[in-house]
């Protein structure tokens, strides 16, 4: 399985997540014994990046954050510069649905921001803040999940952890967790085979990598480091690498 590098951020989700199911009576029947859980749910991509994309991940008046920014008239998400998206665009050009997976890729990175930026909110002062904005990743959740984003164990306790800012009180948290675990069993077909959930967290993994190599790309600042020709590089050894099962 492809493996990314873990984010301090995401290990710390990743460690709130478990105790807070564990205190649902939920850390449950899909631990698995080779998963890093949330923890690989992001990369070096997700630490300090976007440079040039302006609000991106932004938390705006309401207190929740803009994962849907307008999209432009040539598809271009509004939050993405010109030059980084037809770069972008060029790299995956030899992919199936270029267009899409560019969208999609922007679009995981704008998340994974997001929820980076509503893990530091502090917990009294920005409580309402911390509450909007939990409400608003989690209700993104679900199609993450079944789009291959997030795998079930990362899913499970990601929803966990944002379930314990939206709900104060003790027992609907309990509730609303086992709902949620509930939930995201069902999205997969049959979550104790292993060969099924093997290849399902290859393919997430993939996608992370992808992801990865353009929020890398975007953090360079030596302008041969961050040409388009490096970008399409780099994407085409994360196919390599997936194309030849390699994990690292």
Do not use: C
């Not at 609000?55 to 999209?71: E, F, I, R």
């Not at 270029?98 to 995981?108: D, F």
């Not at 509450?131 to 990743?137: P, S």
């Amino acid at each position: 399985m492809i493996t990314v590098e873990k984010s301090r951020s995401w290990q710390g989700v990743a460690i709130a997540a478990a105790l807070a199911a564990a205190a649902a009576g939920a850390y449950w029947a899909f631990a698995p014994s080779n998963d890093g859980g949330a923890a690989n749910g992001a990369s070096n991509a997700g630490n300090g990046m976007w440079p040039g994309m302006g609000n991106s991940a932004s938390v705006v008046s309401t207190g929740a954050p803009d994962l849907n920014p307008p999209v432009l008239a040539d598809g271009r998400p509004s939050d993405l510069t010109e030059a980084d998206w037809h770069s972008l665009e060029a790299a995956l050009k030899r992919q199936p649905n270029a267009k899409a997976e560019a969208t999609r890729i922007v679009s995981y990175l704008r998340y994974q921001k997001a929820f980076e930026t509503w893990q530091n909110l502090d917990e009294q002062r920005d409580a309402r803040k911390r509450r909007q904005m939990a409400e608003a990743l989690m209700s993104e959740l679900p199609e993450r999940m079944k789009s291959g984003e997030f795998t079930l164990v990362e899913a499970t306790l990601m929803g966990v952890v944002l379930v314990a800012d939206m709900e104060p009180d003790e027992a609907k948290r309990t509730q609303r967790a086992e709902a949620w675990q509930a939930k995201v069993g069902s999205m997969v077909a049959n979550p104790e085979d292993e060969a099924q959930m093997a290849a399902l967290n290859r393919e997430t993994e993939f996608k992370r990598r992808r992801a990865s190599a353009f929020g890398d790309w975007q953090l360079k600042t030596d302008p041969a480091e961050r040409s388009p020709a490096k970008l399409s590089q780099a994407m085409e050894d994360v196919q390599r690498m997936y194309n030849s099962g390699a994990s690292n």
